[in-house]
């Protein structure tokens, strides 16, 4: 007979040695496939190596995205910034490159389709209705600073009554404004700047042009507007100066909104164009 001090849970857990061994439900919830041992640091809130690689994914690798919202729909809304507010969501990478097949595959788990989702798509009556409503929208940048009729021209032959409307509308093909530079221009500028544990690595690519990446992360191409100002793509609202002196920036200055950061040129640097 059952001891009375005893329910029922607890004397299965109970061996004939009067050892505490553990339930079946414990034994079994142990070992379920998937089953963590503790919460992943962040969460409810989804892990930024995830969000950013989704949205890197969703350029180029369908079967990538697909496994992963599969997974998790909910990375199908993700969106990461990739430096200075240039914002990109997983949708917005598969919309600027024109793969139908990455969009198709985020609009089925949950992705929300924006103005520049269906230029892509060439739903050209979708596109007049946003326009019309909101006047000047066609003006809009996407992420790093796409334009939206470059958006409808990446939508190929399907998307061509979308790119004639943008035409005959107008103001939907004006990116934010450059300067060109050539690389002899850009060499004061090019350097190592540093402020506190920060350093911000400024560089030449004969395909991008001037760059200013942060530590380890991603390199953003910088809009010459002259006088030694730049933007970078997708943060028109940002300001990195250089002060120059004797044909070398001496420090840069990124204002971004209420924020100003001053990073100096390494000492190093500074003597070696010095001399």
């Not at 496939?33 to 995830?50: H, K, M, S």
């Not at 990739?82 to 139908?100: K, P």
């Not at 005959?168 to 402020?195: N, W």
């Amino acid at each position: 007979m059952q001891p009375p001090h005893l329910s029922r849970r607890g004397f299965v857990a109970t061996s004939a040695l009067g050892l505490a061994i553990p339930t079946l439900t414990a034994a079994v919830r142990r070992t379920r496939v998937g089953v963590l041992d503790d919460v992943p640091p962040g969460y409810p809130t989804q892990e930024a190596a995830a969000v950013q690689l989704i949205v890197l994914k969703s350029h180029f690798d369908a079967p990538a995205v697909a496994q992963m919202v599969e997974k998790r729909p909910q990375l199908a809304k993700a969106g990461w910034d990739w430096g200075y507010g240039d914002w990109e969501t997983a949708l917005g990478a598969a919309t600027h490159v024109g793969n139908r097949e990455i969009i198709d595959v985020l609009l089925t788990h949950g992705a929300r389709p924006d103005l520049f989702t269906f230029a892509v798509l060439g739903q050209v009556d979708v596109v007049r209705a946003i326009c019309s409503a909101n006047p000047g929208i066609q003006g809009a940048l996407g992420p790093h600073g796409i334009t939206l009729m470059s958006h409808a021209r990446a939508g190929g032959d399907g998307a061509k009554a979308v790119a004639a409307y943008l035409e005959e509308l107008g103001g939907a093909d004006v990116g934010q404004p450059t300067v060109p530079l050539s690389e002899a221009e850009a060499a004061p500028y090019v350097g190592a700047y540093t402020v506190g544990a920060a350093t911000f690595v400024v560089a030449y690519s004969e395909r991008f042009g001037l760059q200013i990446k942060r530590d380890a992360g991603s390199a953003r191409n910088l809009r010459h507007r002259g006088n030694h100002v730049f933007n970078p793509s997708g943060g028109p609202g940002v300001d990195v100066r250089f002060d120059v002196q004797d044909d070398m920036a001496r420090s840069l200055t990124i204002v971004d909104g209420d924020r100003t950061i001053v990073a100096e040129r390494g000492d190093s640097e500074r003597s070696a164009r010095s001399n």
